[in-house]
């Protein structure tokens, strides 16, 4: 065959592949080579050890996946050609080889285009299998060329087969996304995105370009992931890994305020109040009623001194704390500082002298200064308000019967031998933060936002004081009995109320023809927001009725059988009441199958309750009576708009029972 001009540029990528493999495999030949005579060169023990940490954390960095090629695209700029890959590598003059694609000059490969060129006269993408390079798609820009959407090594990106944990995007992401993904850290930003438009792409992308850009800043304040649920957690936990980022906490809510092991449930009704602001307020004022005014001067016997405050000056030093607004706990030690001060001020007038630091710290605690803490501003710990709380609910705030429906029926004999309920968990960090002042985070990226209690968006606020956040979600997927019609609440909550909120509708996942379909249930859904558009015109879909409710089951298998012939994986998701039962008829005919949180287990097959396939997404979608998955919740018809958007090529949805009338309507 005649050698092209296309091969002969193909060749010499290929060759720079493997000039830049080996440049970065020197490159971590060198980190290792530091890292073993790192404790040799540092000082102590200590240094050596942040040393060895740091050396440690850049030679897992400089890893070399050989699944994936170094660079996925190129910038051609006042003649120089750039390569924007996962990491910089650099050969050995340190001139780069590729750039890192959150580097300043990446950005054109995402954002240049035919109108606003930023200098790039023609944009490469490679096309690749086990890394190595098959192909690549060039845009002149400078001609005018601009493929947008249409790029085919987008199309064959979107519509590759899914199985195992989500990827990351870095070769794709498109100009609206990479908006997003590359705001400032000072910008909190909430992403009202509809199904499959890459919210959660862009909040882990987010997060990986601001380490990049912030790294020593965020490495000591921290960046937090929150997921709903562990299942989701593990389909997302491979993406910042892959993207060279391995210290970003990925934590559920539940897992955040965990304090204690969950031991109760409460009904609906008690965690609908739970979950309820108000409860702020009944905490906070439970808490601050606990302090009384003095009324009892503080004497204190010294050796041959005696000391004495009377009542005037301790009411005005807890009147100050109060006004300090400091935090509860921290209030109280003022108070004991303050007392402390004025007993020392008194023995220093009448022996000359300054007293010792054993003496300051035998005053803080003798028996006449503790006691008078306890009487006026008592020592609490966050469970003691909160069982306070639960076993005589203030009557201020809440109703008799919301007092009635958190009481306990039978309260604990201690607080330590107290159950608490998840959502008790969620008073308990309420308490915690009124006690005692969170650690905040750099920067917090909540997924799935919309399904954020009041209660539960101020933990988070907590934790997210002094940095930003970014929040994903869909309103039309809202499905907490408390969630949201209106963003703009939760941002009150989390103390951002000036997030900009910005819609994303370009879909990546779901086909046109199944997002037509479970765009007809938005409507019903009371929410107000921007219908999905997909980029996918392949897919299928099939709405198959079955005449007789007790074959259902067996429909679905041999659905599910007829699933297995193509490529990719296959759920099938149900109401949670009929998971076991498909699971046993799935063991019953040998297919193997997983459970939606071990994305690693390789089996094709995942049957999935309907409860927890949020943020998921597979390949082949069968859906198991609908009319089911409605009934199952109050919030049943969003649950079944996210069941209805996981499919990524093929949608079968099965019924016995009428569809819901919404899905009927044209
Ligand atoms: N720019 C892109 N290039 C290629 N694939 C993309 C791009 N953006 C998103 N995707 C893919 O689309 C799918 C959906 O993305 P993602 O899960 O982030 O969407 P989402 O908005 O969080 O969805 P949901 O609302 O259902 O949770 C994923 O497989 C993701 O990799």
Redesign the pocket.
């Known amino acids: 065959m005649p050698t092209t001009d296309l091969d002969t540029e193909l060749a010499a990528e290929r060759s720079h592949l493997t000039e830049s493999r080996a440049a970065l495999r020197r490159m971590r030949d060198r980190a290792e080579s530091l890292f073993a005579t790192g404790d040799k060169v540092a000082g102590d023990s200590y240094t050596a050890e942040q040393l060895g940490r740091h050396m440690a954390r850049r030679v897992k960095e400089l890893a070399d996946d050989p699944d994936t090629p170094l660079f996925f695209g190129r910038l051609d700029i006042d003649d120089s050609a750039y390569h924007v890959g996962r990491r910089h590598v650099t050969d050995d003059a340190g001139e780069p080889m590729v750039l890192d694609w959150r580097a300043p000059l990446s950005r054109s490969f995402y954002r240049a285009s035919v109108r606003d060129p930023q200098g790039v006269a023609v944009r490469r993408r490679f096309g690749f299998v086990k890394g190595e390079l098959t192909s690549f798609e060039d845009e002149h820009l400078d001609r005018g060329e601009e493929l947008g959407t249409s790029s085919r090594i987008?199309t064959a990106?979107?519509e590759r087969p899914?199985v195992g944990p989500?990827?990351d995007?870095v070769a794709?992401?498109?100009p609206e996304?990479d908006e997003l993904v590359r705001a400032d850290l000072a910008d909190s930003i909430c992403v009202q995105?509809?199904?499959?438009?890459?919210?959660?792409?862009?909040g882990l992308h987010r997060a990986a370009y601001l380490l990049y850009l912030h790294r020593e800043r965020l490495r000591k304040s921290k960046v937090l992931i929150v997921g709903p649920n562990t299942a989701f957690l593990s389909y997302i936990s491979a993406v910042l890994p892959t993207l060279g980022e391995v210290e970003v906490l990925q934590s559920t809510l539940d897992e955040l305020v965990g304090r204690a092991p969950i031991r109760a449930t409460d009904t609906d009704a008690a965690k609908t109040i739970k979950h309820d602001v108000r409860m702020a307020e009944v905490l906070s004022r439970a808490l601050w009623s606990r302090i009384t005014r003095p009324t009892e001067p503080i004497m204190v016997s010294d050796g041959s001194y005696r000391w004495r405050i009377d009542v005037e000056p301790l009411r005005r030093i807890v009147d100050e704390a109060r006004r300090e607004g400091l935090p509860y706990s921290v209030g109280r030690e003022r108070v004991r500082a303050r007392v402390v001060g004025l007993l020392q001020r008194q023995s220093e007038y009448r022996t000359g002298n300054s007293p010792s630091e054993s003496w300051l710290r035998r005053m803080s605690r003798i028996a006449q200064v503790t006691e008078f803490l306890e009487s006026v501003w008592p020592a609490v710990t966050p469970e003691s308000l909160v069982a306070g709380v639960l076993t005589e609910p203030p009557t201020d705030l809440l109703t008799e019967e919301e007092r009635e429906a958190i009481r306990w029926v039978k309260p604990p004999k201690t607080v330590k031998s107290a159950k608490f309920s998840a959502a008790d968990l969620l008073l308990i960090d309420e308490a915690a933060g009124l006690l005692e002042r969170e650690t905040s985070f750099g920067h917090v990226v909540v997924?799935?936002a919309q399904d954020l209690s009041p209660m539960q968006a101020r933990a988070i606020a907590r934790r997210s004081e002094h940095g930003s956040i970014t929040l994903?979600g869909?309103l039309a997927?809202g499905t907490a009995p408390w969630a949201t019609t209106d963003w703009r609440d939760i941002l009150g909550h989390l103390g951002k109320p000036d997030a900009a909120v910005v819609p994303?509708t370009v879909g990546?996942?779901v086909p046109e023809v199944v997002v037509r379909l479970a765009n007809r249930l938005l409507p019903a859904l009371g929410v107000n927001v921007p219908a999905a558009v997909s980029l996918r015109a392949d897919g299928d879909l099939a709405v198959v009725p079955v005449a007789e409710p007790a074959d259902l089951d067996a429909v679905t298998m041999a659905e599910l059988t007829a699933a297995l012939v193509h490529e990719g994986s296959v759920a099938v998701i149900a109401a949670d009441a009929a998971v076991d039962r498909l699971r046993a008829h799935l063991d019953a005919a040998g297919i193997k199958h997983a459970t939606p949180d071990d994305v690693d287990a390789g089996a094709r097959v995942t049957v999935v309750p309907a409860t927890l396939v949020?943020?998921l997404?597979y390949d082949h979608v069968i859906v198991h009576e609908p009319a089911d998955i409605v009934a199952a919740e109050p919030k049943g018809l969003n649950r079944l708009y996210v069941v209805l958007?996981?499919a990524?090529t093929r949608l079968s949805v099965l019924h016995a029972k009428p569809l819901p009338e919404a899905l009927t309507l044209a």
């Open positions: 987008l990106e979107i899914r989500m990827r995007i794709t992401i498109q996304q995105g509809a199904p499959g438009t890459g919210k959660t792409a862009v997924d799935e994903l869909d997927q994303l990546f996942r949020k943020g997404e958007t996981r990524v």
